[in-house]
């Protein structure tokens, strides 16, 4: 599985933005998928996954209400739409695939064997 995401830009606060991560492979559907973050001097963050099966999205606490993440499996896309842009939102964004996660331990990027690479948000004040 190839993964490349796309979206980030420059946005005030309180914008939405909706980043997009485009997927190969014939078999993504099967495949969890999660986006995480990192922002400069910080560690690389969880912030949702899709779980193929079920429908089932969870999100860090931290973004809950704001963030939604959703999947097109016909179309080999993942969404991450970002509400009331803030601030301290600022960060790489990655979408990442792993068939070896579960809702135990999908906020484990070790376990993510795929990546994208960064896309870029930016929030000013």
């Known amino acids: 599985v190839q993964l490349q995401a796309s979206g980030g830009g420059l946005v005030q606060a309180g914008d939405s933005l909706r980043l997009s991560c485009a997927a190969s492979g014939r078999t993504f559907s099967i495949y969890n998928v999660g986006w995480f973050r990192q922002a400069p001097g910080k560690e690389r963050e969880f912030v949702a996954a899709?779980?193929?099966?079920?429908?089932?999205?969870i999100y860090a606490d931290s973004v809950k209400g704001r963030f939604t993440i959703s999947r097109d499996n016909s179309n080999n896309m993942v969404y991450l739409l970002i509400n009331s842009l803030k601030p301290e939102d600022t960060a790489s964004y990655y979408c990442?695939?792993?068939?070896?996660?579960?809702?135990?331990?999908?906020?484990?990027?070790?376990?993510?064997?795929?990546w994208g690479q960064g896309t870029l948000v930016t929030v000013s004040s």
């Open positions: 990442a695939a792993s068939r070896r996660i579960n809702s135990s331990n999908y906020a484990t990027h070790s376990l993510y064997d795929y």
């Open positions: 899709a779980l193929w099966s079920g429908g089932v999205t």
